[in-house]
């Protein structure tokens, strides 16, 4: 009963059931992990996560062990829990799951690890980020790497600002802007890089970071001979605009010949 869709006339009864569950308490747990672990199935993971989120210290104990499981969704469905609970002493169980034959596996546990935001994980998410030749992997390593704000991310976030699928550079460069120093000390060494793309992605980061100290070297690429420069400039300090900001804006519009840039 307690797996069906709390809705219409039956949501009373299955709210019911998954109260009693609770009420049951280890013995509920039993029941359920691993025999209903399958994060494909909705109805069980509603279940679970009520369940679960009832019990949270006895629940985590109980799921731990199945990070290590054979069954792939068993693995998959023990990691979403435990991320739904806040559970960090996951992390070493989560950290073994990145280098699982199962890519899909690895994207979960490198998805809950961000969720978690446990800095101690960075160094071996930064590693994945480097190592893995998928996008998929790479995207959710770079958001999660992100999550935990952890300057270590920032050598492996910036080297994934070149040579890879769009998708890739912008969750890296996003990811960067939200490591405070240490994504903003990488951001102002892009201005001035040979390369116009990694230029771009240098004033996109220090305006998503909302950079006060770069206002200066944001303030000089208006006058940049590139208008597509000029244009990402103007767009990072109408992040953080005062009143002299504001003065060199009206000042640049009265010469600004690019219709984009005006």
Request: proline residues 5%.
């Amino acid at each position: 009963l307690s797996a069906r869709w709390e809705v219409g006339s039956q949501r009373a009864e299955v709210l019911g059931a998954r109260k009693r569950l609770v009420e049951r308490g280890q013995a509920a747990l039993d029941y359920l992990i691993p025999a209903k672990l399958d994060p494909e199935n909705t109805f069980y993971m509603r279940t679970l996560q009520t369940v679960c989120g009832g019990l949270k210290e006895p629940a985590a104990r109980t799921l731990l062990p199945h990070l290590a499981s054979r069954d792939t969704k068993v693995k998959r469905a023990a990691a979403e829990l435990l991320g739904g609970l806040g559970a960090r002493e996951a992390v070493p169980g989560l950290l073994a799951l990145l280098d699982d034959p199962d890519e899909s596996v690895r994207v979960k546990g490198v998805e809950i690890l961000g969720r978690l935001k446990d800095p101690s994980a960075a160094p071996a998410v930064a590693r994945l980020l480097l190592a893995s030749t998928d996008e998929t992997v790479k995207i959710i390593a770079a958001a999660s790497l992100g999550g935990m704000k952890a300057p270590e991310g920032a050598e492996a976030l910036a080297a994934c600002l070149e040579d890879q699928p769009a998708t890739v550079r912008y969750a890296a460069a996003r990811s960067l802007s939200g490591l405070g120093e240490a994504g903003i000390a990488k951001a102002l060494a892009l201005l001035e890089s040979p390369s116009h793309p990694l230029r771009l992605h240098g004033i996109e980061i220090l305006g998503w970071a909302k950079a006060e100290r770069a206002r200066g070297e944001l303030l000089s690429l208006l006058g940049d001979p590139d208008w597509t420069v000029r244009l990402y400039a103007v767009r990072a300090l109408s992040a953080m605009k005062d009143d002299a900001v504001k003065a060199r804006f009206e000042e640049m519009g009265k010469g600004e010949a690019n219709p984009y840039v005006r």
